[in-house]
């Protein structure tokens, strides 16, 4: 099985979380027991369920994004003091 990123596990709800962890416990045993046919069913179960948190960490990068351009902008015009810009 394979595990999302650390970043997208954060931003996981609790639920999403429980059920993140239950299906990783299921498809680690069926992978024990070779079980490869069940446990490619369920990974993509899991692919499925970490999508809205995928999506969670884009909107942070993307606001992320838009502030570093305000702060750009900001600066190139002269509207930020010494202070500011730490």
Partial sequence: MRHCSVQVR???TRD???RYNALME???FLESQQRY???YTVQK???ILILPAIERLKEKGRERDRATELYLEQK???L???DDED
Avoid: I
């Fill in 76 to 78: 190139r015009l002269g």
């Fill in 10 to 12: 954060g931003l996981l």
């Fill in 16 to 18: 999403e979380l429980d």
């Fill in 80 to 82: 930020l003091d010494e």
């Fill in 37 to 39: 046919d069940l446990s």
């Fill in 26 to 28: 299921v498809g680690s």
């Fill in 45 to 47: 179960e899991v692919d």
